[in-house]
């Protein structure tokens, strides 16, 4: 390939933040010319972008070909049937683009491929000796998020690379399991991304163990935890340890106390500190059982209310809400709901009167769904509201006074929490999901009748595993995590050119010695942009560190000299170089 | 890469055709393990058809990137309002997948992108110095075709890559499309296929000089045709000259004669040959104006009658219809419709009550629009309808008799009709259609306000050109023109693998000299499958021909002897060879 006129090239720097950036990446990536907005989480490639796109995908194919993943392509475009028979048609809710062909025939844009893999191996493979067998795809994927967000990092049209293993029992998943952790181990590695492997909830769809790639940032959507024994789980997955029971013998009966106005925990800790302080210590908001309403909507729509019981001084954590309760999602619960149930005494709902068995006086004489945390476990005594207006109830004892439909662990998970490992207190962190591994187990095969006969000459179920990483974005992720206050700056093995050559200067002498530089480097191996552009070195250096080139190559004033000015984007180190030792330095560098 | 064991690639050859297979390519791609049919004109690509694709894909973007082609990526989800100013989420009436998103937003899945290419150059580019420019993309495309067909031939997901070019000028168009052509001579070479180019009609996309590239197949969907002096058209973009005007003082009244029961051109020319017969010759067909009714259809659906009026001696030809009434619609006309148009007297329509400021005795006023062969000619008279039943008109002269609301030019053409350049009689053939390039010229960049600075500091408005190749298709074609009735025999340049060395028998000696010689082989830079599954040589044999390996190396009994035999698949030849010259004669035939 000959290098690249950047006079030539599809290209323009924009002087000014896109509107909607919300994270450096997007914005680098949008005004360095990387990507191009289309629509509201659909972005354009342009070239330098698809330059980086492309290396990320060489590297993650190869790593999957690596652990002997055999590269397939689905349509994006499928039929209904199969997601009809797993249920995702409806649990995918608003997420899923659903449309008509002109026949009438429902169809999908595929947010992921489980269904189809399953049917494709089903219509081929029949015995145990077909497997085990590893299926990857790297294709464009589509889900209709309620807030696309930052760029290509959480967009609506993506790319992903999935693959899914086949297996005949469990030690075959989880080998094959085994391997692609080291497969995105690898990748990661390779993007040169800080990293931490999680804990995860398998969410939507389906399964038993689960972890995530999460890359480190802190404009990351993913809260995660570790504890000093090397615990790592997202919060969604975080389970806290219920308490032993305690003996409730000593603890003085309920009894109801008034408390005026006390709508908020604050106030209500203020009040029951004057009406019936301890004698030990003053009452606190832990010593609180907040009582959180809910409507429950399942995904055909029906809607029921749920009440969530649990330590005042903590707040339901809408992620780990949302992973516990799917596929059904929880809506806040208005002032309407509340007429419809006027047994729930807003700001002062208690527990004796939800749950188990307890008809509240409903109109109709429907049940209330009460869960509770944890940490309400038998013997724990609780400040809570009485079920009726201006008044709260001390002593009420869990296993004595009041029980509940269950335990749900949705409250947050606080810096300094006791980690499930026991190893001390976990600290928090954030990041950006890149990569998913599932053990589907036999959900989808038992659903799509995927079975292989096996040595016995049995029909047995197929166990499966279900693999994720982002690809593009992975190119956001790598982006965020290079760049700095003057624009992106690739690792080498990803950046969409290894070097820049800059002429600075518009003396004829100093464009032949670019040109002639430009064209020994690519005969090195390496991808070279000449910047030929008829504007002021100052734009050239600014752009040439805005789209992060790793190297630079000054062609100016040195040369008269017999010198050229070598950078480096990343580390910002300059060298001055004789020019007939340029090329050896430049590939040392590109080479490090 | 180590080289490919077959007992573990995801492949099953199948011993039934598909149920739907119409052409052999199908057939073979299907039954050899290439695609797998997802849904009606959607498929999977399996790992054989996957490398055949990359590699057909990576020859199309060799010649792109060898024109100064520079390749971004557009979503294949795209908002409604570009091409509703174009007037395309119209005119593509159920040919568009259309879909709205969670918040009820219309959005399209992209046919084409030309409207997209548009905004995007708009969006960066403003002065004459940005041109010329030509970007490309491979990316998948969506198309609700009427009728999915033969595959992957016309499908209804699929890949092409398409291109545009941005000039400031005619020249520059011309330059930017020539380049295109050379290009695409250049893809088709590559590919191997026996090809035409032809004028084309430009259909939905508007624009003026456009060709289409048309590899030759007798199961081809388009029919084109050639003169001996070199003109080359699809039947689309024929055009009938019309015969110069006749003096008609000659020609005596036109006189009605009573024709009972002539309701075809058979009859009628019977007919007319016994009441009024001629004194030169019998009348026939061509003597006769036939007028064929259809309600026509635009995009919004509004209908209005439709009268043609062409030689009886042909038929009005559906594709031509289509092309020239797109973007409306010719549906056929009913009992029903006659009833609404009491005028249009079913089998006797004739053209003196049509056209042209004659107001039919319709229920409404509506008048019907006449149209007319361009062979209908001043002059020349006729037979036709009376618009009375069982009753004809003799000598009905065109200019004096009646007259039409215009010409069109729809009759089949015909193996040996006169070809429009002059130079002898047409022959048709059929193709399909590979590639297409167009001048668009002003269309797009006018309705989307792309305008560049010139030289002079005047707006002006960008002048463009579109170009299409089916990369999917490509795949389909390239199978075939190759295939025989064993199965697909690729050429060397776009085979999934190079060669398969087959194991024949079950000697260990034999598996392990196969091993020596398949990693022999991929040392020597060559794609190799072992087939070392526990199956018969038989069915090895079988299955190697069916996938189309260009070489097999049997690896059998002559071993014993220093030998194995090497097959060419495409020539049918075969050769015993050392099995230490083996690598050598190998690569010969490889690189030959």
């Not at 060489?58 to 993943?69: F, L, Q, V, Y």
């Amino acid at each position: 390939m000959p290098y690249t006129r950047m006079s030539q090239l599809f290209l323009r720097t924009l002087r000014e933040d896109p509107a909607d950036a919300e994270v450096p990446s997007h914005k680098w990536l949008v005004r360095a010319g990387y990507i191009r907005r289309a629509a509201p989480g659909i972005y354009t490639w342009l070239p330098l972008g698809l330059r980086v796109l492309a290396k990320v995908e060489a590297i993650i194919r190869e790593e999957m070909d690596a652990i002997g993943g055999q590269e397939v392509h689905f349509p994006a475009l499928l039929p209904r049937e199969p997601y009809e028979v797993t249920n995702r048609w409806i649990e995918y809710g608003p997420n899923l683009f659903r449309l008509k062909d002109r026949k009438g025939v429902d169809m999908l844009l595929g947010p992921t491929h489980e269904e189809m893999f399953t049917l494709l191996v089903k219509d081929l493979y029949s015995s145990y000796k077909d497997l085990p067998l590893v299926l990857y795809q790297i294709q464009t994927k589509y889900r209709d998020e309620a807030r696309p967000r930052a760029g290509i990092l959480r967009g609506r049209e993506f790319i992903m690379k999935d693959s899914y293993s086949f297996d005949i029992d469990e030690a075959g998943l989880q080998a094959a399991y085994d391997k692609h952790r080291v497969a995105y181990q690898h990748v990661m590695e390779r993007l040169g991304l800080e990293y931490v492997i999680v804990r995860a909830m398998s969410g939507a769809m389906g399964g038993s163990r689960s972890e995530e790639f999460l890359a480190l940032t802190p404009f990351g959507e993913d809260t995660f935890v570790r504890s000093p024994g090397g615990y790592a789980a997202n919060v969604e997955a975080v389970s806290v340890s219920a308490p032993e029971p305690v003996d409730y013998s000593d603890i003085a009966a309920a009894t109801a106390i008034p408390t005026p106005g006390a709508g908020t925990i604050e106030a209500l800790v203020e009040c029951v500190n004057q009406v019936a302080p301890r004698t030990d210590r003053e009452w606190d908001g832990s010593d609180t059982l907040k009582n959180v309403v809910f409507m429950r909507v399942s995904p055909d729509g029906k809607k029921s209310p749920l009440v969530i019981g649990l330590p005042g001084d903590r707040e339901v954590d809408e992620k780990r809400l949302e992973a516990a309760l799917s596929p059904d999602e929880a809506v806040p619960f208005t002032d309407e709901d509340f007429v419809s149930y006027p047994g729930l005494v807003k700001g002062y709902i208690g527990p004796v009167a939800l749950g188990a068995g307890q008809v509240l006086g409903l109109k109709g004489s429907a049940k209330v769904t009460y869960l509770t945390d944890p940490r309400v476990a038998v013997g724990t005594a609780w400040v809570s509201g009485a079920n009726v207006a201006d008044t709260h109830v001390v002593n009420l004892v869990f296993g004595r006074d009041f029980t509940s439909d269950g335990v749900i662990d949705v409250a947050e998970v606080r810096e300094g929490d006791e980690s499930p490992d026991g190893t001390g207190p976990l600290t928090l962190a954030r990041g950006v999901e890149m990569g998913h591994i599932f053990q589907l187990g036999k959900k989808y095969a038992e659903a799509l009748g995927l079975k292989v006969l096996d040595q016995n000459g049995k029909l047995v179920t197929v166990t499966m595993g279900s693999y994720g990483i982002g690809v593009t974005r992975a190119v956001a992720m790598v982006a965020e995590a290079t760049c700095d206050e003057k624009g992106l700056a690739w690792p080498r093995n990803l950046a969409p050119f290894d070097v820049v050559i800059v002429v600075a200067g518009k003396e004829p002498a100093l464009m032949e010695a670019a040109e002639k530089l430009a064209a020994d480097l690519e005969v090195s191996g390496l991808e070279v942009v000449l910047d030929d552009r008829n504007v002021s070195p100052g734009v050239k250096f600014a752009d040439s560190e805005m789209i992060g080139y790793p190297t630079s190559v000054v062609v100016g004033r040195g040369l008269k000299d017999g010198v050229v000015e070598v950078r480096d984007r990343a580390a910002g180190t300059s060298q001055t170089v004789a020019v007939d030792e340029a090329v050896a330095a430049i590939l040392e560098l590109a080479q490090a």
